[in-house]
Nanobody, 124 residues
Framework: QVQLVESGGGLVQAGGSLRLSCAASGRTFSSYAMGWFRQAPGKEREFVAATSYGGGRTSYADSVKGRFTISRDNAKNTVYLQMNSLKPEDTAVYYC?????????????????WGQGTQVTVSS
């Protein structure tokens, strides 16, 4: 089992920045691909970013490319999402997810473990 706990969410004005963190515990963290997803009210959960265990392979949703950066520190069992130039449409609950395979995936169903989420609200 892997337990994931997100932090770093909050309220920010448009154009601002936030850094989300996801702390993992349990089984070996470094062998997992990790992803960030988000879900706005009334919408389906959508892919944001993902990274392989070594960080050499990353993937981003088109809507966040150039603004968000995913990274991880395997020594700290933590994955990060640096979010810059935030827009009101980025408002959502952000979830961290871990996948048993070291293959980056963009579909929520391919992830095995999920955190409880952290709220990000961007005001205009």
């Amino acid at each position: 089992q892997v337990q994931l706990v997100e932090s770093g969410g909050g309220l920010v004005q448009a154009g601002g920045s936030l850094r989300l963190s996801c702390a993992a515990s349990g089984r070996t963290f470094s062998s997992y691909a990790m992803g960030w997803f988000r879900q706005a009210p009334g919408k389906e959960r959508e892919f944001v970013a993902a990274t392989s265990y070594g960080g050499g392979r990353t993937s981003y949703a088109d809507s966040v490319k150039g603004r968000f950066t995913i990274s991880r520190d395997n020594a700290k069992n933590t994955v990060y999402l640096q979010m810059n130039s935030l827009k009101p449409e980025d408002t959502a609950v952000y979830y961290c997810a871990a996948r048993n395979l070291n293959i980056v995936a963009t579909v929520p169903g391919r992830y095995d473990y999920w955190g409880q989420g952290t709220q990000v609200t961007v005001s205009s």
